[in-house]
């Protein structure tokens, strides 16, 4: 039992006084000295440590000494402490019992005839959902508006073949497309795709002996390229995670295509020679005019994934 | 001498008696006094400071921020004019650029102290969890923070950033292509992009922060601070002091210290932009912030190739790590706090930090491979 404010305190040869105040240990969260003041004895009030303490009943303090002992303890320095309400010291107002008793505040007379208080609580929670919820969907479509396009299909001047010089020796193609996004005005955006023109191992690595057909998500046939053409246009999206990769030489693979960010290795037929690509290269449909003039349908794959995604 | 026109001291001055109208109203020196007169367990410490000074370079970057707003567009075409316009044209518009490009730098750096600290001392246990959960939250927000932030200037390393950035995201199963597409308000960055990611920076994430950070301070205050991991109850007792004014004082001088790096920083290396964004790379090689460059890395490991491999090293991986961060407070239920006698904590964080500075390295030492 923690010693009460107000307690008379009695040594073994009478009464010296009341607790004044109680000092708590910070760390341990017990009382460590009760103040006593008031008595005959006690003009001055004196720290007694609680091991001085014999006995505590609800309202009386019994200490071990006599009052002579009492009288020799050291006199209570006030500014040597600070209350509780000054300090912020966690769940130590919680341990404190120490108060002469409740503290009371009349319960107002309209709330002592309300029963169903749960049930309000809940009904508060249900409107606010009924609030909410509702909002959920058309919030997400909101957002949503832009996410899906259909893709474009239309062929692309890039450039001329004249500026190939030799076979299987990957060539940029820079190009501008224009697009035109939601309210924006329309803008041109710089791509480059890289062409290739394939000796016939290399075509034979890159078609196996099939044409390559590109289909809509629907099925639809778009476009094939020829098996026996021997324009290439690869995406210049590197398949691993969207990087732009080089015609580069490399110390003991030769010519190859490398992507500066995670060092995915192909080689003039797209395969993956060394890094953590997925997937090879990705041939995008190509067309070649009898000038020379190469016209490509502009299309972007997702990186990282095994198949061909396309997402423009 | 007529002495009686003196006013007498006791008196209150105008100053005071506003002071008192308020603190009727408010409770200034209630609330004063409980700010203050925390008692921090063993003394104040050095260790103790990257707490106030995350909060210092949270506010900084939320006023200069501000201020970079003033000037700034999020448009596809106006954006990266705008941060042009904002460096060589706008009087000291360079160094706030810097000063907030370089925070963000800092912020990232006194994270990591600061969970390697609370790590180290075992301050996450019981009962402080909660603190520790909260913490990982606002952990994700400074990474946000660093990864929308990027793109806003829209040159080639803000765009490259984001898309290599969103195609990681993508990698996550179900749900990747549906974020990715959100996040980027469409198949490729563009516009919605920067509206999105502007949004996000600007409103979404400090709103969070703020309530969080909040919420990270009322539980630490709720559980109080824990102290030093050894030392008896009594020598603990007699080395307490209260948070004002020795704490005080060296979070002051820790927020000092990190203001004149921070100014030093973006005074000699000023913010250059690179061209302005757009999907043909040119001659850049894209490389993240330095302090991803160990994700960077570690994602050329041979190891993560393909498709299952790419999961794994993007999305897997780094999920787990932070998964088990989450769960570390409930598995580790051992009250023992001295870092000397958790050997298995101890060999823990000095793996993470040595493969972070390895792989690290290792990026830089690849740059020359590719020149």
Known sequence: ???????????????????????????????????????????????????????????????????????????????????????????????????????????????????????????????????????????????????????????????????????????????????????????????????????????????????????????????????????????????????????????TLGQVFLCPCHLSIYDAAGKVLDGPAPRPLDPLPIKVTATGDITIIDMEFKAGTKAQVRIV | MDTTTQPTTTQPSVIEKVFDFVDERVGLKTLQAKMLNEPVPGGSRWAYVFGSVLLFIFIMQAVTGILLMFYYVPTADHAYASTQYIIHSVDYGWFLLSYHFWGSTAMVVCVFAHMSQVFLWGAYKKPRELIWLVGLALFGIVMGFGFTGYLLPWDQRAYWATTVGVEIMDKTPVLGDFMARFLKGGATPGQMTLSRFFVIHVMVLPAALMGLAGLHLFLFRKAGPAGPFRGSVEEIKAKTDYFFPRQIWKDIVGMVAVFLAICSLAFWEPIVLLEEATPDPGDYHPEPEWYFLFLFQLLRLKVFAGEFGQFLGAIALPGIFMALLAALPFIDRDPERNIFKRPIALISWIVVMASILIFTVAAIINREFLE
């Open chain 1, 1 to 251: 039992m923690q010693p009460k404010l107000k307690s008379t305190v009695r040594c073994t040869d009478g009464e010296v006084g009341e607790v004044r105040r109680v000092i708590m240990d910070p760390l341990s969260h017990e009382i460590s000295h009760i103040v006593v003041g008031g008595g005959t004895a006690a003009l001055v009030e004196r720290q007694v440590p609680m091991g001085q303490v014999q006995g505590v009943t609800d309202e009386v303090v019994t200490l071990r000494g006599t009052s002579a002992e009492f009288t020799a303890l050291p006199a209570f320095k006030r500014d040597e402490y600070v209350t509780t309400h000054e300090v912020e010291i966690a769940h130590l107002e919680e341990r404190i019992h120490v108060t002469p008793g409740e503290v009371l505040v009349p319960f107002p007379e309209l709330e002592r005839s309300v029963k169903r208080r749960t049930f309000f609580a809940n009904f508060t929670h249900a409107i606010g959902f009924l609030i909410g919820f509702p909002l959920a969907f058309p919030v997400l479509r909101y957002l949503m508006k832009p996410m899906y396009s259909p893709f474009d299909n239309d062929w692309l001047k890039i450039g001329n073949s004249s500026k190939i010089k030799q076979d299987d020796v990957g060539v940029q193609f820079k190009y501008k497309r224009k697009i035109k996004e939601a309210y924006m005005p329309e803008q041109e955006i710089d791509k480059n795709v890289w062409v290739l023109k394939a000796t016939p191992k290399v075509l034979e690595t890159i078609y196996q002996g099939k044409d390559m057909e590109f289909r809509d998500s629907a099925g639809k046939h778009i476009w094939t390229n020829k098996k026996d053409v021997p324009y290439i246009a690869y995406s210049g999206k590197c398949p691993h995670l969207g990087c732009g990769f080089k015609w580069r030489t490399h110390k």
